[in-house]
């Protein structure tokens, strides 16, 4: 759970800085959000929740 808060924190941070920096238009980005929320139903949610899991293990194994 606490990896799934840190995940939509950080992609919530990149989207305002992309709104206030970049020129992303707001509907744009109520676009993405919708994209997610449809994406969270369907029948790859299993596979990208697996795929973000996996990729957040190797950054995690990663020693500096």
Known sequence: M???ISAVV???IIVL???KKSG???GHAVVCV???FYLAGSSIAPTI???T???AGMLGDIKF
């Open 2 to 4: 606490a990896l799934s």
């Open 10 to 12: 950080l992609l919530l």
């Open 17 to 19: 800085l992309l709104v």
């Open 24 to 26: 992303l238009k707001a």
């Open 34 to 36: 919708l994209l997610g």
């Open 49 to 51: 929740n697996e795929l």
């Open 53 to 55: 899991t996996n990729v």
